[in-house]
C-alpha cells in the first residue's frame, strides 16, 4: 500500500499533506487511531498516516490509504509491474475481519 501511495506522491495524484478523514465505520480494532478515537471522527494527512500504517501496522491506517489510492486491484497491479507476484492485497482489513468472522 505504501509503495502505490508514494508512486501516486511520485506521479502528483497525490500529496503527502492531504487531509483524509476517518470517519466512526473507518474504525478498525487495533492501534493506535482506534485507540485514541475509538469513535472516529478524525482526521489525518496522508504522511501521518503512512507513518501509522508502516511503524504501527495501524489498521485503520492502511485500510485509509487503500481506499484513498483506489483499492486492493491498484495496489496489486503496482506490485505486479514491480516484480512482486506472490504477495496479495486483495482485500481490506476491514474485510479481512468480516471474513475471519
Do not use: Y
Request: net charge neutral.
Amino acid at each position: 500500500i505504501a509503495i502505490e501511495v508514494l508512486k501516486q506522491v511520485a506521479e502528483r495524484k497525490l500529496t503527502l499533506d492531504r487531509v483524509v478523514w476517518i470517519a466512526p465505520n473507518d474504525i478498525r480494532p487495533c492501534c493506535t487511531i482506534e485507540r485514541r478515537h475509538p469513535n472516529g471522527g478524525v482526521s489525518r494527512t496522508v504522511s501521518e498516516l503512512l507513518e501509522l500504517a508502516i511503524v504501527e501496522s495501524d489498521n485503520t491506517a492502511a485500510d485509509a490509504l487503500l481506499k484513498m489510492v483506489g483499492g486492493p486491484n491498484v495496489v496489486e497491479r503496482r506490485l505486479r509491474s514491480f516484480g512482486f507476484h506472490h504477495i496479495n492485497v486483495d482485500r481490506s482489513e476491514g474485510q479481512l475481519l468480516l471474513d475471519a468472522v
